[in-house]
């Protein structure tokens, strides 16, 4: 078992690392390239959005074909999309590599997460699913560092290269190590009956607006360290460390706390996310100040991430697959949103500076959203529980208790994965 998560891990670590890598570089990117900082920030953008577009069709046209067969395929499309990156001669070969990468990244990760809890069995698939969650930590506590680092010592191109390689290491893994399940028998159209429910596409939303206050800070986090609190270049990686060792603790702490009662997580969280965006941008002038706000921001960001997949899952616990690669889309539209925002900031007459505002303005946008979702369950009428079951109920979170039943009521003719609800994000 620790093999087979393990090659997991590596790849869902390679992916991660791919899409986060550019926002450590982007002075790097833009100098080499002659672009300006916020067209470089388009490859951030130009990710999250083939994400929006490219895993709910992924996931549709893939349905029933088996699921190592389809690991190792959207494995091998994303090592090609990364040549193509360490290869790319100029700004536009870049970003079509960052695009081929991008439209295999939603489906691949909602597959793993799916994977993983099947691997272990009912009743033993949460510490399983859970650990996948490490690939993406790792992708931020060394990918982002190791990218920036190699960025301005050898070439941009390096972290690309590398990605590659290791991806291709994961396909062998994955062959050797990850057991083949039965063709799937769910079709596309049975799981597409959960968005119904406008809790769900209310929780979606939340995740939208919530990752794209996140994304607008996450893409130009290096040039405020930079740029406004003149921060040295050769501590942007230790920073980023600390940054990366952040998003492990948080994850860690709000994974606990959505435990206890997601609704009430996500709330509070996604308002701590406001005020710690509010104290970056008080903090941004001075660099030490400006660090430690940075090192917040990854703890309250990596909290209030599992509770935000943990609430869209209890919402839609039936159809598994395409309610996780939707939230990925969510968040990957959060995050163009977020660079988008961001780079127009920093284009316009506000400056760099403003981009910890603009981040704030949207995470309290899903954080008033959270806030009605949250009202409207409590006006439901008997028999429509709400996501947030206490530890009376006896359910992990995000679980529906013995007789609940889905909002539309509408009735399936299967039975779902057992799914536990600690996911990995993109996020992300």
Not at 86 to 102: D, K, N
Request: aromatic letters at 6%.
């Amino acid at each position: 078992m620790p093999f087979r998560l393990a090659a997991l891990i590596l790849a869902i670590f390679c992916v991660g690392t791919a899409e986060l890598s550019p926002s450590g570089m982007l002075d790097d990117l833009s100098a080499d390239l002659t672009v300006s900082l916020a067209m470089a920030g388009l490859l951030v953008t130009a990710y999250a959005l083939t994400m929006v577009v490219g895993g709910p069709l992924v996931t549709a046209l893939t349905t029933r074909v088996r699921r190592k067969t389809l690991l190792v395929g959207l494995l091998a499309v994303f090592v090609l999309g990364n040549v193509v990156c360490a290869l790319a001669p100029g700004f536009g070969v870049l970003m079509a590599g960052r695009v081929l990468t991008a439209v295999v990244h939603g489906t691949f990760m909602a597959v793993c997460v799916v994977t993983a809890g099947a691997m272990v069995g009912e009743g033993k698939g949460g510490a399983a699913v859970a650990a996948t969650q490490l690939g993406i930590n790792l992708a931020t506590v060394l990918g982002v560092p190791m990218g920036s680092f190699l960025a301005q010592h050898y070439d941009w191109r390096a972290p690309f290269g590398i990605v590659a390689a290791l991806a291709s290491v994961a396909i062998v893994l994955v062959l050797l190590w990850v057991p083949d399940t039965p063709r799937p028998t769910v079709s596309a159209a049975h799981e597409a009956r959960v968005f119904r429910r406008p809790a769900v596409w209310g929780t979606v939303g939340a995740t939208v607006l919530c990752s794209g206050g996140m994304f607008t800070l996450i893409t130009y986090m290096v040039p405020l360290l930079t740029g406004v609190g003149h921060l040295s270049r050769q501590w942007v990686p230790a920073v980023l460390l600390a940054y990366g060792v952040g998003s492990i603790v948080g994850n860690l702490l709000g994974g606990r706390y959505a435990d206890h009662g997601v609704d009430r997580a996500v709330g509070q969280l996604s308002w701590a996310l406001v005020a710690v965006c509010l104290l970056a941008w008080l903090l941004a002038p001075h660099p030490v100040g400006g660090a430690v706000a940075l090192v917040l921001f990854s703890l309250a960001t990596f909290a209030l991430i599992p509770g935000l997949q943990a609430k869209v899952l209890a919402e839609a616990a039936d159809a598994p697959t395409l309610s996780l690669t939707a939230n990925m889309s969510a968040f990957g539209l959060g995050a163009a949103l977020g660079s988008w925002l961001g780079g127009l900031l920093t284009d316009s007459g506000f400056g760099i500076r403003a981009v910890p505002l603009g981040a704030a303005a949207l995470t309290a946008g899903g954080a008033l959203l959270v806030l009605g979702l949250a009202r409207a369950a409590r006006r439901a009428p008997a028999g429509h529980a709400p996501a947030d079951h206490t530890p009376a109920d006896h359910a992990p979170a995000g679980h529906a208790p013995a007789g609940h039943a889905p909002a539309d009521h509408t009735p399936t003719d299967h039975t779902p994965d057992s799914l536990p609800l600690a996911v990995p994000t993109t996020e992300r």
